[in-house]
């Protein structure tokens, strides 16, 4: 009889697990037709670089370039060198060989062949090769690039081609579904699905991008592919990850396409991108600060210094200020304000709300333009770096431009002053305070604007010499950018 009855319990139980099973498989949701209709518009992206080498196997080697002058004798006849001079001045003849140089993704966004993908997938290419769902390849054109957002806008020669649904980055909520299709490693129309992990995401040298986070995996190939919700619409362009190991861990970055889109039209139709300016250094405002400058709570972009003749200054704007809200958005993190002002047209005019001395007030301020070189922009009065410089965001350092007595003192022609360093790349490189930083890369640094220029252009994931000053005592260090 018990025996029955446990027979009888344990099918009941397979039963129940069945049916629960079943029904969580139904409340799971099927990419299938998302994925049937989006693929076709999907596009794998590779290109090519011209590089040049010598007839003996060497390559190439500007005899002008400073690394080449510090490189001592025994190391220029390994490169093929002779007395620092090329190889063909030596016997040798220069050869050009192409060389892939990159793979990524990118989407239709037109039926006669405009293609949206990131700019570091196309950045220095001599060619851009697109490969079509229908297994075409065809060369494409660069319409125009935008290093701020990493977007770019390539032209192939093609009619009636299969395009994807553009949606809305603004619709997005947190945990809501979404999947990337594009070529990791150079495998082609790949489908990963996650969740959006949170929205409006700064990341460091990114300061117009309010990012979508999710847990997506993305790996290498996936950049410039696109990001879809549910209803098969792209809502991101899937742009960076952040990884110790080089793959994915679990975080991944996509650019809303709210953002792209515009950027897109704009270098459709000029080729280039017109961003607002309003000419502020700005920092967050922590707990301390906030009951300092009687605040409820820890939000808002405090103003740390208004530039000289901006439109900050032309519109009251001051030191101390903190930005509650600017036309109408509130400013949760001071990474917001950014954000914000960049999208707004130049010579628009917003309204700023502020809080100063305590009391709240409203400013009105005429957005300007955003000058293509912000390093005159980036660098105050006295040659310091600002907060808001590549200098500070990528080595995390502050410097400043050496006086004559300086560069006698320290015994130098030439270089910046390390004034105060950050946890970052030039920490863990060994760099300290009172340091003098006179070679970055093989480029000789004359100024704190010189250096502004070689960071920006620095490679990624694996090292380069800085040589620096230190004591008198001309020293060479690794730097490293992840």
């Not at 519109?315 to 036309?327: H, M, N, Y």
Request: aromatic letters at 6%; glycine letters at 10%.
């Amino acid at each position: 009889m018990l025996r029955k009855m446990y027979q009888t319990w344990i099918a009941v139980a397979c039963v129940a697990l069945a049916f629960m099973s079943s029904a969580r498989a139904d409340e799971l949701p099927d990419f299938t037709k998302l994925v049937k209709q989006a693929a076709p518009a999907v596009v794998n992206i590779s290109t090519i670089k011209n590089v040049e080498y010598s007839s003996n196997g060497g390559m190439a080697i500007d005899p002008d370039d400073p690394a080449l002058q510090q490189m001592p004798e025994i190391f220029r006849h390994f490169f093929g060198m002779q007395r620092g001079m090329p190889d063909n001045q030596g016997g040798g003849k220069i050869l050009k060989r192409e060389e892939p140089r990159s793979l990524g993704s990118g989407f239709i966004i037109s039926s006669d062949g405009y293609i949206l993908t990131n700019n570091h997938v196309v950045n220095g290419a001599d060619e851009i090769v697109v490969r079509l769902n229908d297994r075409r390849e065809l060369n494409a054109k660069l319409v125009g690039a935008d290093p701020r957002s990493d977007l770019a806008v390539l032209k192939i020669d093609a009619h009636d081609l299969p395009t994807v649904k553009i949606g809305h980055s603004s619709s997005l909520e947190v945990g809501q579904w979404v999947v990337a299709i594009g070529s990791p490693f150079g495998f082609d129309y790949s489908v990963t699905k996650g969740i959006v992990s949170a929205l409006g995401r700064s990341l460091s040298n990114d300061n117009y991008v309010p990012f979508i986070q999710t847990d997506v995996a993305i790996n290498p190939g996936n950049s410039g592919g696109p990001l879809f919700n549910m209803d098969g619409e792209v809502v991101g362009i899937n742009s960076q990850i952040y990884t110790r190991s080089g793959g994915f861990m679990g975080l991944s970055f996509a650019i809303p396409i709210d953002v792209a889109i515009d950027v897109a039209n704009q270098l459709k139709d000029n080729g280039h991108v017109k961003r607002g300016w309003l000419g502020v250094l700005i920092q967050e405002v922590n707990r301390d600060l906030a009951e300092s400058f009687g605040l409820d709570k820890a939000a808002g972009a405090l103003v740390a210094r208004v530039l000289p003749n901006s439109p900050a200054a032309q519109a009251g704007l001051k030191e101390g200020d903190v930005i509650l809200a600017f036309d109408g958005k509130p400013i949760n993190m001071s990474a917001d304000l950014p954000h914000f002002v960049g999208r707004v047209k130049p010579g628009s005019v917003a309204t700023m709300h502020i809080i100063r001395n305590g009391k709240e007030q409203d400013l009105d301020v005429t957005i300007g333009l955003l000058p293509d070189d912000e390093t005159n922009i980036l660098v105050d009065d006295h040659g310091n770096s600002t907060t808001n410089s590549a200098i500070m965001s990528v080595l995390h350092i502050s410097v400043a431009n050496l006086s004559d007595d300086e560069k006698t003192q320290a015994q130098v022609d030439n270089g910046v002053l390390v004034k105060q360093i950050e946890q970052g790349p030039a920490f863990s490189a060994g760099i300290q305070p009172g340091d003098v930083i006179t070679l970055l890369n093989g480029k000789k640094v004359d100024s704190v604007s010189s250096l502004e220029e070689i960071v920006k252009k620095l490679p990624k994931g694996r090292s380069v010499p800085m040589q620096i000053v230190r004591k008198g005592s001309p020293i060479f260090l690794p730097l490293r950018l992840e």
